[in-house]
């Protein structure tokens, strides 16, 4: 099993719809939680840390469930300019381990 | 824009050239990191620097060398690489070490795109 999965999609959502989609831990140790986002041919970029239960900041929400082992990323009111793949990353405490990222395509 | 530049921005060499690549940060930050990107594939960890001394280096095989002459420079020094070594390499910065501190950001350059022939 990775230590980190994520469904590499793409999702493709028109526009204005509500999208989630999930990443899984493996190490129940791990000690927060973060999602970037990468556009195209693009640096990765915070998005948002993930706090004790979840974090919101504006149409995005992440929340984590620690007895399943997986936080998700919730976007209501997409926007084309959301078009991009989201990263997933683990902090173990003594390093961070990355997901391969979901691909999140938003149709007119 | 961010505080991390990378140059150069796309590369292409040939498996006996040598080549460096170049990163900077202007973040006052004091940990720096290599990493690599392959498509579809999870960034991987090549080197980690704190304060100029290198914490990390992830049984990256010999052909990548770093340099880190100070907290706002990096290097990474290549030589007779192979054509699986082509790929987007990306430098980032944080203000404490990430993995180690709860909730450190790194920031990314833009990456470098190398192609080996």
């Known amino acids: 099993r990775k230590e980190v999965e994520q469904d590499p999609g793409p999702f493709n959502v028109p526009e204005g719809a509500t999208v989630a989609f999930n990443c899984t831990y493996s190490n129940s140790a791990s000690q927060s939680f973060f999602w970037y986002r990468q556009d195209c041919r693009k640096e990765p970029k915070l998005l948002m840390s993930?706090?004790?239960?979840?974090n919101e900041d504006g149409r995005f929400t992440a929340q984590l469930n620690r007895a399943s082992q997986y936080i998700s990323l919730l976007i209501r009111d997409s926007k084309l300019s959301d078009s991009a793949t989201y990263l997933c990353v683990v902090n173990l405490g003594y390093q961070l381990i990355w997901g391969a990222g979901t691909k999140l395509i938003i149709k007119p | 824009e961010t505080g991390v530049t990378q140059t150069p921005r796309h590369l292409v060499m040939g498996m006996t050239n040598k080549k460096s690549l170049k990163c900077e940060q202007h973040l006052g930050h004091n940990a720096m990191y290599w990493y690599k990107q392959s498509a579809k594939k999870p960034l991987e960890l090549m080197f980690v620097?704190?304060?100029?001394?290198?914490?990390e280096n992830n049984s990256v095989p010999s052909r990548f060398s770093p340099e880190c002459p100070n907290s706002s420079h990096l290097f990474l020094h290549l030589h007779t690489l192979q054509p699986e070594d082509s790929a987007l390499y990306l430098c980032?910065?944080?203000?404490?070490?990430?993995?180690?501190?709860?909730?450190?950001?790194?920031?990314f350059g833009p990456g470098t795109r190398l192609t080996v022939l």
């Open positions: 980032a910065s944080s203000s404490g070490l990430a993995g180690v501190t709860p909730y450190n950001e790194q920031f």
């Open positions: 620097y704190n304060f100029k001394e290198q914490t």
């Open positions: 993930v706090y004790s239960s979840g």
